[in-house]
């Protein structure tokens, strides 16, 4: 039983272009997780001995006292703490005895209520990470913005960076952050490395997803702690798109897709403004 909860809190199910990230160590992107505290991992740890927050971050850490605890909040579900932990949402009873992992669902509103704390600290964690350090392709006066974290070996991602000037074409601004599926130690995490260190990252880029040769070279560059930032905010694949409320998309989107996508946030997002 031990070991299945160990299991429940370490694990990370990733699919399709993306590799677990147990299955791979690395200093720096261990560092980049340990220097990346936020204000929502102080108040947890700082929460008052006795209180529900206390007891749900005392419990995780029973469970596996090497956990990132990412932010706690009351739930939508009376009685219990939202805790989130390496992207993941959990529900611990304010009394830390119970500890429940999956979607909660409300039959009412048809949504999972825990995606509106993982959108929250995506948005929060993704506005951190500055501008020069992105990969930007833009239209001159962008509609909409998404964070991609992509990686040169993804078919997918390859996919979608064929169409890059479609996305632009129809108002979509994509600013890539690095996530190399293979994990660090690896030519694919070299790879992308010498991609945002090249003097022009953008071809860089287009070259090495078009399995043209990118030289080598090394540089002080954000590569690592973009890949700790997509095991923060829960990465299942590659590329993973990110719009601007940190709402994430299912995959891979063609651009006539993702703009439908795009345009029905906004319209929920004014409909929202409206009834409160």
Known sequence: MKRYALALLGAFSLSACAQSASEVDDGNATTAVAAAASAGQAAALNAPTGSPAANARNAILSINPRVVIESIADAPLPGFQEVIVAGQVLYVSDDGRYVMQGSLFDAQEKRDLGQAGLAQLRRTLLAEVPEEQRI????????????????????????????????????????????????????????????????????????????RRVPPKTCDNPVAAHYALGQRVGLTGTPMIVAEDGTQMPGYMPPDQLLAALQRLATEAEAGGETR
């Open 136 to 211: 930007v392709f833009a239209p001159e006066d962008p509609l909409y913005t998404v964070a991609v974290f992509t990686d040169v070996e993804c078919g997918y991602c390859r996919r979608l960076h064929d169409d890059i000037a479609e996305y632009n074409r129809r108002g979509i601004a994509i600013e890539y952050l690095a996530y190399p599926r293979m994990g660090p130690d690896t030519d694919d995490f070299r790879l992308m490395e010498s991609v945002w260190c090249a003097d022009d990252r953008r071809k860089a880029l287009t070259d090495a997803k078009s399995g």
